[in-house]
């Protein structure tokens, strides 16, 4: 069993009392006032257009410190709970191994997924937003599995501090940046596996993962107490390479350029296989405060949830073993699947949301630069001669570009690149229903369909080339 917490009490204080006095989980949500967390850094540390574009240009570095969730689980019982709830196959998974966890409910609709770490043969980390801690800590505490969990939460909600430094580093230098530091050659790490490096004369643990435009990313961290004299060696020694630290505005739009979805709502607001679960979870969590947004309308929760497939992670589904939702996935395997793809906002479109902010007469919802993003869950409607074809989340306005961009989930029908589409910015009810949203009116935008990862070479991120092989 889990060896720590206490038993769990239920009580009104839980998402699911919270849900039936709300008498709609769709109501809920989009009476929410609950913003995007912002990072506790600065906004900028130069510009946030020339931050942008390190990431293509230099070298690019993402202070991953404060924002999410790190759930440490340890014990003889660790791969059974994770196989248990991810859709992912563990045949070969282990020590020094990372993979993107998925989990579902038993409708084979996504829960959560965060990035799971190996750190040794029988502790793993995952580190991700909170639906994905709570949803393995609730399996934990209730499933008889002998483990032992340590919750690092995010700084919003962790008094304590934090436990580690984390940070990533993203562009075409990076490799330069880490062999200037190291002295000579890189030891050998392989796509989404673990090594060591040593900075500052500090052991930094080391996870090669997916770059942008081809180039190799990587993700160190380490005890929180060496975080600053890491950070000031990668900083000095990746000055003549161009590297260049981000500030929170700039970070907030690399999901969207990277073609990843951040935040997709989690399939727990209904059904009675959730409820022992809505009724663990408290009322004030991430899930059960968090806003929902955007023109996409529907008055049941269930049109909101998202399949793998939808999300890009139809890959990882492996049936060799048994897990939640298996059955529904196995069904869902040999239907027809959304596509996940980039679309590039019309620029005179673009032009006439901002143009609505000056003078007389009505106006758009304001699109803040970078990063127009005011809800937790942002759903767009895209139309195709004026019929639903699928959601838009968060848009971005990116330097690399030029130009507004997001990451769709689309109709097979209109998923090729060059496909015309329109997105309806703009709340429906006129940005009624939230304090923190203006009085506006809905106004289309056009948008063309374009391959996601956004970046250049995206068919290279997921090479499995090692650091010294590059």
Avoid at 280 to 288: C, E, G, P, Q
Wanted: aromatic share 10%; charged share 25%.
């Amino acid at each position: 069993m889990a060896t720590q917490g206490e038993p769990v009490t239920v009580t009104s204080k839980n998402l699911d009392a919270k849900l039936q006095q709300a008498g709609n989980a769709v109501d809920m949500l989009r009476r929410s006032s609950a913003t995007p967390d912002s990072l506790p850094i600065r906004a900028e540390f130069t510009n946030w257009r020339d931050e942008q574009e390190a990431w293509r240009t230099g070298a690019a570095l993402f202070d991953q410190s404060h924002h999410m969730t790190d759930l440490y689980v340890e014990g003889p019982d660790a791969i059974r709970l994770l196989s248990a709830l991810g859709v992912n196959s563990f045949k070969n998974f282990g020590c020094n191994r990372a993979k993107q966890l998925v989990a579902c409910n038993s409708d084979g609709f996504v829960i959560a997924d965060a990035v799971l770490f190996g750190l040794e043969p029988e502790r793993f980390n995952i580190v991700g937003r909170p639906s994905m801690a709570d949803w393995v800590e609730f399996h934990a505490r209730t499933g008889g599995y002998d483990v032992v969990l340590h919750r690092d939460d995010r700084v919003s909600r962790n008094p304590f501090g934090r436990r580690v430094y984390r940070f990533e580093m993203q562009g075409p230098n990076v490799l330069d940046i880490l062999r200037k530091i190291n002295g000579g050659p890189l030891p050998e790490i392989r796509f989404f596996h673990l090594g060591d490096l040593v900075i500052a004369g500090r052991r930094v643990r080391a996870l090669r993962r997916r770059g942008m435009c081809g180039a190799p990313g990587i993700e160190i961290w380490g005890p929180v107490a060496d975080g600053p004299a890491v950070l000031d060696a990668l900083m000095t020694a990746g000055a003549e390479f161009g590297l260049r630290r981000c500030g929170a505005r700039a970070q907030s739009t690399f999901a969207t350029e990277s073609g990843w979805i951040a935040s997709p709502l989690p399939a727990i607001y209904s059904g009675d296989t959730m409820k022992a679960y809505r009724e663990w979870l408290s009322a004030d969590s991430f899930d059960a405060t968090a806003s929902l947004g955007g023109s996409y309308c529907s008055m049941r929760i269930e049109d909101y949830y998202l399949t793998p497939w939808d999300l890009g992670y139809g890959h990882f589904v492996k049936f060799e073993h048994d897990f939640i939702g298996r059955d529904a996935l196995a069904v869902r395997a040999a239907q027809p699947h959304r596509r996940k793809v980039s679309l590039s906002w019309d620029s005179d479109d673009i032009l006439r949301v901002f143009e609505s902010m000056l003078g007389e007469g009505d106006r758009a919802k304001y699109m803040e630069m970078p990063a127009a993003h005011y809800t937790t869950f942002a759903y767009d409607a895209v139309l195709r001669d004026g019929k639903g074809v699928g959601i838009s989340t968060y848009v971005v306005y990116t330097s690399n570009g030029r130009e507004w961009i997001s990451t769709a989930i689309v109709d097979e029908a209109v998923a090729q690149p060059g496909t015309e589409v329109t997105v309806l910015w703009g709340e429906s009810d006129g940005g009624a229903a939230k304090s923190n949203i203006e009085s506006h009116v809905q106004m289309p935008v056009r948008a063309i369909v374009v391959p996601s990862p956004y970046s250049d070479r995206a068919d290279e991120h997921y090479s499995p080339y090692s650091f010294a092989a590059v």
